[in-house]
């Protein structure tokens, strides 16, 4: 027995001897520099090491990570900001070197007070949840050497307005500067801001891709969009109208969640499963119509959409449920389905109506109506709305076609009206361009507005055409007060000036206007 309790004993005091062994080793292969950077050798051979946290003290302010660090007389390069290394940092700005090549995952997660990052050239991945929760990043360039970008890399930057990727990249794109992140190969968008205008050949959307893009206020999803992923659209608490084109068989679960504000909602032929809680807490969502294609409700898919006053489901077999699906919702709301007894008890829902023909027709008509009143329209738009409500009318009887036929009725005059709106909102920012040109027509200014009307008349969105027309009055005003106090400045071509040479001014990200040294002082003192 004496020799069996001598055995454990030397075998603990081994086990212990080689523990301190490892922690010696690894100590060895980590150190501090004199700006209080602590830094882990990655590799000895190679002379390269990442920058990774400081367990108790943490980083903060302005941190300026250098290419090369030196430790005991051996240089090393450095390659990659490891996991976690600044996360929950209270970073205001950081400099990452050339040379670097890879960002580890939660690398700067929650660096709520970091407004800016410059990814060098060099860097081929970016881990996952890099740069989740930086609050107050306006902007991201995905260089052309980036490979790899993990998912919820760049989730919940509430303030991200403005993505593009080097058109170099072979593996992600900003088609159409659509300002966001496309992954090429699938046509996936995996992240949006809250400028994104989706491209037509998107076929899918992310998960989480838009989640928490709370200035979002309306978005187009193209046709041919199939799937629309996990949380995709979640928290956009601005967002007011959704229109899901019968390209899209799923909702993804969560997708729509939170969007406080979301009122309307046109789900389309083809859908075919709206999955769990997609469009919990819609509070204003008033009405909702669930295409005759959906086989599939998910949980509480729409928990707590308080302000439902109605429900229509154009199935003739009742979808498949969940658990809660309408939970908090009144219970005294109609519903109208094909077939009351078949639908008894459906979802919890007691108050059912059997929907007819004329029913179905008059709410596709109030719908029209309701959206016309908000909008001035031409002869010609209301020459074809007439077309569609005219066919809407001319249904007389109940059938999954005929149901078809109406809502894809309802859908394109709601289409022109929405293009209508379009219309107006733009005619209304080129007037404004006009009015801020003050009837000046150098080239320097006139090349400068034509940038930004190429931009509206491109738009296929009224926030787009709306932070165009905003930031062109930005612009415009600068140039033009500048231009005239300058009398006799010369504009030549973008980039000179006919008087001499030209330097460029910024003014919030923008490149405002380039003028001559000698109106330096001017610029100075009109910022």
């Not at 995905?142 to 760049?154: L, M, R, T």
């Not at 658990?323 to 829902?349: C, H, K, M, N, R």
């Not at 908000?374 to 809407?392: C, P, R, W």
């Not at 009725?409 to 003050?438: D, F, P, T, Y």
Request: proline share 3%; charged share 20%; hydrophobic share 40%.
């Amino acid at each position: 027995f004496e020799l069996i309790k001598i055995n454990k004993t030397m075998k603990k005091l081994l086990l212990f001897f080689a523990a301190m062994c490892c922690m010696m080793v690894a100590n060895a292969q980590q150190f501090t520099d004199a700006n209080g950077i602590k830094y882990n050798v990655t590799s000895t051979e190679d002379k390269t090491v990442e920058v990774i946290s400081k367990t108790f003290a943490g980083y903060a302010g302005d941190i300026v990570i250098p290419a090369t660090v030196t430790n005991e007389d051996v240089t090393y390069n450095v390659t990659s900001i490891g996991n976690e290394a600044f996360d929950r940092c209270d970073l205001t700005s950081v400099t990452l070197p050339n040379g670097l090549e890879s960002i580890g995952y939660d690398a700067f997660n929650r660096c709520s007070d970091l407004a800016s990052i410059n990814i060098p050239g060099t860097v081929t991945s970016i881990g996952e949840g890099a740069f989740e929760w930086c609050q107050t990043i306006t902007s991201v360039t995905i260089p052309s050497g980036v490979k790899s970008i993990g998912k919820y890399a760049f989730n919940n930057c509430l303030s991200l307005s403005s993505i593009s990727v080097d058109e170099e990249n072979t593996v992600y794109d900003s088609r159409d500067n659509c300002n966001a992140i496309i992954e090429t190969a699938t046509n996936t968008l995996i992240q949006g801001s809250n400028n994104t205008v989706i491209p037509s050949s998107v076929t899918a959307i992310d998960d989480y891709a838009f989640y928490y893009c709370e200035k979002i206020t309306s978005i187009i999803l193209p046709d041919g969009l199939k799937s629309i992923g996990i949380g995709a659209f979640g928290y956009c608490t601005d967002l007011a109208s959704i229109t899901i084109p019968g390209s899209v068989e799923s909702i993804g679960k969560e997708a729509f969640c939170d969007c406080e504000n979301l009122e309307t909602v046109t789900l389309s032929n083809g859908l075919k499963s709206i999955g769990y809680y997609a469009f919990g807490y819609c509070k204003k969502l008033s009405s909702i119509t669930i295409p005759g294609t959906v086989t599939e409700i998910g949980d509480i898919a729409f928990e707590y959409c308080t302000g439902l006053t109605s429900i229509t489901v154009l199935a003739s077999t009742p979808p498949t449920i969940g658990e809660y699906v309408f939970y908090d919702v009144p219970q005294s709301i109609p519903v109208y389905v094909p077939d009351v007894d078949a639908y008894s008890g459906w979802g919890g829902l007691n108050n059912f109506h059997e929907i007819t023909i004329d029913t179905y027709k008059q709410l596709a008509l109030d719908e029209i109506d309701d959206a016309m009143s908000e909008v001035t329209l031409s002869e010609e738009d209301v020459t074809a709305i007439n077309g569609y409500i005219k066919t809407i009318k001319g249904v007389t009887t109940l059938s999954d076609e005929n149901l078809a036929t109406i809502e894809n009725a309802k859908n394109a005059a709601l289409a022109v009206i929405s293009q209508a709106a379009i219309k107006s909102v733009r005619e209304a920012a080129l007037a404004a361009i006009e009015a801020a040109m003050q009837g000046e027509t150098s080239d320097y200014l006139t090349g400068l507005a034509q940038q930004y009307i190429n931009i509206i008349n491109a738009a296929t969105d009224v926030t787009t055409i709306n932070n165009a027309k905003n930031t062109a009055l930005v612009a415009l005003n600068a140039a033009v007060a500048a231009y005239k106090a300058g009398k006799g400045d010369a504009f030549g071509s973008l980039g000179e000036k006919q008087n001499g040479p030209a330097i460029e001014v910024i003014k919030d990200g923008e490149r405002i206007i380039l003028y001559r040294p000698d109106r330096v002082n001017f610029i100075k003192a009109n910022n």
